[in-house]
Structures are given as C-alpha cells and as structure tokens.
C-alpha cells in the first residue's frame, strides 16, 4: 500500500502544482495588463520593473484563493485518467478499496489544507501589504475611498472618532482628524493635524490645530482654538490597526482580524464584515478536503475515447461555482446580518453534503 500511496501522492501534487501554476500564470497576465496604463505616472515614476514586482506580490493572494480549485480540477483529473488507462481497476485488485483510496485522498486534503492556510495567513498578508507600500511610493501613499479610514475608541471619560486621510509608505498619517465627545455624546472638541506618527503610549501629531467647544450647560459661549507644533495624544489604537482600516478583510491574517473585532466590539462598532471574513479564513483551507472527496467518485466512472475532457470541464465548473457561492454568501450575510460563521460555513457544507452523497451514491452503492 506505500506504493499505492505514493503513486497517488505524486501523481495528485504534480497534477495540483500544474493546474495552480496555470491559473497564476493567467492572473499574472491580466494583473500585469492591468498595471500597464499606471506605468510612467504617479508622484515618482512607476517603471515596468515595479510594476512587475507589484503583480508578483499578487501572487500568493491569488494561490490562497485558487489552492481549493486547482486541488479539485488536479485531483479530478489523476482520478479520470486512472479510470481512463484502467489502472485504477488494478490498484483495486490490488487491495485499495473505496475507505482506503478516502483515506489516502483525506491525507492529501489535509496537507493542502495546511498549505493554504500557511499561504492565506502568513504568506498572502505579507506579500499584499509590501505590494501596497511598493505602490504608495507612487500614489503618494495608502488611502480608501475619498475619506480615508476612520476608527473609533472609547477611553475613560470621552469617545474619540478617529480619520485618517492617507498612511505613507513609511508609515507615518497624513490629513489626520479627531473628534472628541463626551459620555452624552456632545462634541467636545476637534483635532486636526497634517501629519502624525506612531510613538509608544499614543500618536505625535505635528502641525496640529485642536479647537475646544463649552460644555452645553455652560453659560460661557467661547470656542478656544490653539495651535501646537507637536501634540501627544494618548491612544491605544496603534498602527496595525489603522493598516487593517486601510487594507481589505480578506487579505489580512487571521490574528489581525481577530484582534481587530475585538476593538470594534469594545467601541461598540458593528463588526459582521470582519466577522465573516475572519469565519471564512477558518474555514475556506477546509474546502481542499471536500475537493479530494468531490474527485474522488470519477475514479470509478467508466470512461470512452476522450471523454476524460469533459470531466475535468466539469471541475473546473464546479469550483468556479464554489468560489462564486463562497462570494455571495459573504455579501448576503452581511447584508441580512447572518451569523458569521454559519455563513462562512455554509458553502463548504453544501459541497461537503453533496460530495458525500456522489462518494455514496457512485462508489458504495454502484
């Protein structure tokens, strides 16, 4: 059976990296015609070898998400042209039954699943947040929407929304604005600065403008406006969290998203997107496992002269059809508020069922 095994196992992984390979070379393509009409522009000029560079930082985000697919199409595949050449009928007499060859396919699941979670929580986070630097050194620097990132933090006695414009390549914010309110949520006061860095126990602001507004019961009209080269303003909202602001979801790790959620929740934030998304880190690298169970059944289809390609088109129907599915279940939860998890969950749920039922209905029964 070691044998068996590693036939199976270099036969699915070659396949796996091929197909893989494949994909990335097409993203890479259209990532890099993308980036095409940026080149020559920007602050400092953006030349061909950056913009290379940027779309290889790409490339572990893009095998994160495509691992699952490419372990479908690759493992329908090994399984098809076994069937095809009659091989897989001899490996049946020769002891691998339908539990074993689950078995066997379970393990290879397993290690690509470690592998995806490796690439889509260290790897891709790394690579995507160099990417970005690299491309703010071009745009001037990292910005979402018109109005940049606002926070949100609740300290003893007063409530503090935060804006920030625009994080530089080297970390340092730029268009800084905090607004100060007070437990009944009257404003307070209004801090603006034009740039500001991370020190330890707070924020430096430099350039800073803070005007402060009279208490609603006071009989003194007066607002006070003073200008300070350098403000401290004490905060525990420190750099990585403005980083997760600025970046999407779904490219930062797990352990950032978590934390994350925990400071919406404290500053009573809603925090369903994050939650989702942090459900869906835990439990996309499971769906290599249901892609092996899923292939498994078309090692025991009986297969004519060529018809092999058109199983594999189906594959990578079927996985296109689960990335979608795992998309849209993201946008509908969030938008009808569904339980985070139960909605992250529920893709692989459904293919988990219905491999279960065509490793049952083709390989048991028939």
Request: proline share 4%; aromatic share 14%; hydrophobic share 45%.
């Amino acid at each position: 059976m070691r044998t068996i095994r590693r036939l199976i196992f270099r036969e699915v992984v070659l396949s796996v990296l091929f197909v893989a390979l494949g994909f990335l070379s097409l993203f890479f393509f259209f990532d890099f015609v993308e980036e095409l009409p940026d080149v020559g522009k920007g602050t400092t000029p953006y030349h061909l070898t950056q913009a290379l560079v940027y779309v290889s930082l790409m490339i572990p985000s893009h095998l994160y998400e495509l691992l699952p697919i490419a372990v479908l199409i690759g493992t329908i595949f090994v399984m098809a042209r076994l069937a095809q050449s009659s091989e897989y009928t001899i490996l049946r007499t020769s002891g691998l039954g339908p539990w074993r060859a689950l078995r066997t396919l379970m393990v290879l699941g397993l290690l690509f699943t470690l592998l995806t979670f490796a690439c889509g929580d260290y790897l891709a986070p790394v690579a995507d947040r160099a990417g970005r630097l690299l491309k703010a050194r071009f745009e001037g620097g990292i910005s979402v929407g018109q109005t940049g990132a606002w926070l949100k933090e609740r300290q003893r006695y007063n409530s503090y929304s935060v804006n920030v414009g625009v994080m530089d390549p080297d970390g340092n914010m730029r268009a800084i604005r905090i607004f100060e309110t007070d437990s009944r949520g009257f404003l307070v006061s209004v801090t603006q600065a034009q740039k500001g860095r991370f020190v330890e126990g707070g924020w430096l602001l430099e350039g800073a403008e803070r005007t402060e507004f009279p208490e609603a019961n006071s009989t003194q009209a007066k607002v006070e406006r003073t200008l300070n080269p350098r403000l401290h303003w004490p905060t525990e909202i420190s750099q990585e969290m403005v980083s997760v602001a600025l970046l999407k979801p779904d490219r930062m790790s797990t352990l950032a998203l978590f934390e994350y959620i925990r400071h919406l929740e404290a500053n009573s934030q809603t925090s369903q997107r994050y939650e989702i998304e942090f459900w869906r880190k835990v439990f996309y690298p499971l769906s290599c496992l249901v892609m092996v169970v899923l292939a498994l059944p078309f090692a025991y289809l009986h297969f004519r002269s060529g018809g092999i390609t058109t199983y594999v088109f189906g594959g990578v129907l079927v996985g296109i059809s689960f990335f979608m599915l795992n998309n849209v279940f993201g946008y509908i939860g969030n938008l009808r508020s569904w339980v985070p998890w139960i909605t992250a969950a529920a893709p692989g749920l459904i293919y988990t069922g219905f491999s279960l039922g065509a490793f049952g209905w083709l390989v048991l029964r028939r």
